[in-house]
């Protein structure tokens, strides 16, 4: 149960929130749990919606994206996340059970994705403190510096998350998947 009361229905949401939260459920077919106790505050859920609308927009994949959003949220061991990015890693970014298998173990199948997954776990443990070294490892495997930094907002928007959910204990809607299970 969250720590906060989450909003029923998009109507039951604060007014400034509902047209934000009735563009989520265009795109996805319903409101998720994360969305509907963001919404709380319409410019928390503005700030989200704007940055990761920007980011979807970016020159990384969209299966690269979710194999770092599970990275990270194993990292810090959300629940709600790892849950949201298995199902969309599988249903939306189509990767297999075996990729996000690795993802969640801070690595990739795929020789150059597993170099924006590992510097991207590199980023979230070191809080930003890598080493040059790090650096060079995702530079050499291909990637601009404009993807560089797309990996580094990703990793901090894939944080922002996992904390919110960590904190207000969002109710996973979403084929459960938990941090303790074997990656």
């Known amino acids: ?12 949401a ?3 929130s509902r047209p934000l939260l009735e563009a ?15 919404a709380t505050s319409p410019q928390a859920l503005e700030g ?9 927009k970016g020159t990384l994949p969209a ?16 629940d709600y996340c790892l849950s949201a990015h298995s199902f969309l890693g599988k249903n939306l970014a189509k990767l297999d059970d075996a990729e996000i298998a690795a993802n969640r173990r ?3 199948n795929d020789a150059k994705a597993d170099a924006a997954v590992r510097f991207a776990v590199n980023v979230a443990q070191t809080r930003g403190r890598i080493t040059d070294g790090d650096f060079a490892s995702v530079k050499n495997a291909g990637y601009t510096d404009a993807q560089i930094v797309e990996i580094v907002q990703h990793v901090a928007l894939n944080v922002w998350t ?4 960590n904190v207000f204990q969002t109710e996973v809607d979403f084929p459960a998947v938990s941090a303790r299970e074997a990656a």
């Open 1 to 12: 149960m969250p720590r906060i009361s989450q909003p029923a229905t998009v109507a039951d």
């Open 48 to 56: 989200y919606l704007g940055l990761s609308g920007a980011l979807g």
């Open 63 to 78: 299966a690269t994206r979710e194999r770092i959003a599970l990275a990270v949220a194993q990292v810090n061991g959300c």
């Open 14 to 16: 604060p007014e400034k």
């Open 106 to 108: 801070g690595m990739s």
């Open 24 to 38: 989520v459920s265009q795109q996805l077919g319903s409101v998720p749990n994360l969305f509907r106790l963001v």
């Open 162 to 165: 996992n904390y919110f959910n």
